[in-house]
C-alpha cells in the first residue's frame, strides 16, 4: 500500500515517464460492471501508478539509504515494492495484488500493521511512505506505532513520509478528471475536513474493458508536534524532520512532512 494517494499528487505535478503496466487480475470481473469495494487493490495500482515515476522512487529510495541505518530493516505499506527494488528490506503491506509483485524484491508478508509478524527487536530501521499511515484513523495509529516500537531494535531509527497539513487547508478542494496512459480514465476529488484534519476522497476509474471501479478513502494529515506526542508515547524521539527530499528546513510552503526518530534505549 505505498499509499500516499491521490492529493499528493492533485496538489502537484509529477511526471509519468512509464506505461502503466498491465495487470493480471481475475477474468470473473465481467466488462461493463461497476465494481465498488475497498480502495487498496486493483483500483490503486492501476490508478496511482502512472503518477509514480522512476525519477521520484529513485529519488526517495536515496533519501532512505541515506537516512536509515544498515542492517535488517522493514517497509511498512510496502505496495507493489518500488522501493523494495532500491532498498533491500522485509515488506509487509494488507493488499495481496500489491504483495504479488513485491514479493520479485525481497521477503514480503500480507499483515496486519497493528499485530507485525516479527520478532521483538528484530529490525535495525523501518520506514513508513506516502501517507500510508495516514490511512488509518486516529485511534489506530498509536497501535501502529507501539508495534514499530516493539519491532525495531533500541538505538534503531524509524521514517515517516506524509503530505503537508498546510497544502490541504489553502486549497481545501481538489481533484482530478483525465485519462492515464493505459487508456483508463480516472476522476477523482477530495475535500479537507478541517475537524479531523483529513482529505475525504473518491475515486473512480473507467477501464477500457468497460469495468468502472470506484471507492472512498482518506488522507490523515500530521503536523510536526503530532508527530513529536505519538512518537514519544511509542518509545521514539524525533531526531530530525525535514519538508522534502532535498532536506529543506520543514516549514509552511513545504510539501511534505518527513520526520526521523530514534528507538529510545
Known amino acids: 500500500m505505498s ?18 503496466p498491465v495487470l493480471q487480475v481475475a477474468p470473473r470481473l465481467l466488462s ?17 501508478r502512472p503518477f509514480l515515476s522512476d525519477v521520484v522512487t529513485e529519488a526517495e529510495a536515496r533519501f532512505l539509504r541515506t537516512n536509515l541505518p544498515e542492517g535488517r530493516l522493514l517497509d511498512l505499506g510496502c505496495g507493489h515494492g518500488r522501493h523494495l527494488a532500491q532498498v533491500p528490506a522485509f515488506g509487509i503491506d494488507r493488499d495481496p495484488l500489491s504483495l504479488a509483485e513485491a514479493k520479485t524484491f525481497g521477503p514480503v508478508v500480507r499483515g496486519d500493521f497493528r499485530a507485525l509478524p516479527y520478532r521483538t527487536a528484530s529490525f535495525r530501521g523501518a520506514w513508513c511512505w506516502y501517507n500510508s499511515m495516514g490511512t488509518f484513523e486516529d485511534d489506530q495509529v498509536p497501535l501502529i506505532l507501539a508495534e514499530l516500537s516493539r519491532c525495531v531494535a533500541p538505538g534503531g531509527a524509524l521514517v515517516i513520509q506524509g503530505s503537508h497539513l498546510d497544502r490541504a487547508i489553502a486549497q481545501p478542494e481538489a481533484g482530478y478528471d483525465g485519462p492515464l496512459p493505459d487508456g483508463s480514465h480516472l476522476k477523482e476529488r477530495a475535500v479537507f475536513n478541517p475537524q479531523k484534519k483529513r482529505d475525504e476522497i473518491h475515486r473512480s476509474l473507467q477501464l477500457p474493458d468497460g469495468r468502472l471501479m470506484e471507492a472512498p478513502f ?20 524525533v531526531a530530525w524532520s525535514v519538508g522534502g527530499l532535498d532536506g529543506a528546513p520543514l516549514n509552511e510552503s513545504s510539501t511534505d512532512v518527513i520526520v526521523g526518530a530514534k528507538k529510545s534505549p
Open 218 to 237: 482518506f488522507i490523515r494529515y500530521y503536523d510536526l508536534e503530532e508527530w513529536r506526542g505519538l512518537l514519544a508515547e511509542a518509545g521514539f524521539e
Open 3 to 20: 499509499t500516499g494517494l491521490a492529493s499528493s499528487w492533485m496538489r502537484t505535478s509529477w511526471p509519468t515517464t512509464h506505461e502503466t
Open 32 to 48: 461493463g460492471r461497476t465494481v465498488s469495494g475497498p480502495f487498496f487493490g486493483e483500483l490503486y495500482l492501476r490508478s496511482t
